[in-house]
């Protein structure tokens, strides 16, 4: 069964580190991109980082640009987000999700994990 | 960054009812974009991608049209499991990657 299933999420204080894990089963990781996508509550969805499938090419938004980093491993099928001076708006659902295409670099998301929820709070 | 305005913004309707929910970007996108629907509780579920391709285990009364900046999502036969959260996305090789704002399909 093809999945992805996340983890790391908690609740920290504006400034703090938090670090998101996104396991991979059921498909050929390693030929796959993978993105993590935030839903802030009550509101709509937003594109945070890419990570090619082979990890040499990673994106991010103008939002999270130099506070997140995505890396992966394809020996554990595994990708991570690293996030570093947390800020209250970037409380929210964080869901990894991955491109519809083997070894392409723009698609659409076809499987998507459960997601995981950070909260940033004094 | 490529704005994506998406419309209505809630839509209410009957079981049975054709509906059409539509997204336009504020430059051309070629055929780079996708539909997902989400529900409470729920990740988003890909719909459509490239514009009008069905993804796999999709019922068919779901389709996608257009090309450039204007795009349309539609039901023909509104069933009850669709009512739900929908979001247009574009993926145009230029980052960054851009959803619309939603669709709620609420119950008329």
């Known amino acids: 069964q093809v999945q992805l299933v996340e983890s790391g999420g908690g609740v920290v204080q504006p400034g703090g580190s938090l670090k998101l894990s996104c396991a991979a089963s059921?498909?050929?990781?390693?030929?796959?991109?993978v993105n993590w996508v935030r839903q802030s509550p009550g509101k709509g969805l937003e594109w945070l980082a890419f990570i090619r499938f082979d990890g040499y090419t990673q994106k991010y938004a103008d939002s999270v640009k130099g506070r997140f980093t995505i890396s992966r491993d394809n020996s554990k099928n595994m990708v991570f987000l690293q996030m570093n001076s947390l800020r209250v708006e970037d409380s929210g659902i964080y869901f990894c999700a991955k491109d519809n295409t083997p070894r392409w670099d723009h698609d659409a998301f076809d499987i998507w994990g459960q997601g995981t929820v950070v909260s940033v709070s004094s | 960054d490529i704005q994506m305005t998406q419309s209505p913004s809630t839509l209410s309707a009957s079981v049975g009812d054709r509906v059409s929910i539509t997204c336009r970007t504020s430059?051309?996108?070629?055929?780079?974009l996708a539909w997902y629907q989400q529900k409470p509780g729920k990740a988003p579920k890909l719909l459509i991608y490239k514009a009008s391709s069905l993804q796999g285990g999709v019922p068919s009364r779901f389709s996608g049209s257009g090309s450039g900046t204007e795009f349309t999502l539609s039901i023909s036969s509104l069933q009850p499991d669709d009512f739900a959260t929908y979001y247009c996305q574009q993926y145009n090789s230029n980052y960054p990657w851009t959803f619309g704002q939603g669709t709620k399909v609420e119950i008329k």
């Open positions: 430059q051309s996108i070629d055929s780079w």
């Open positions: 059921g498909f050929t990781f390693s030929s796959f991109a």
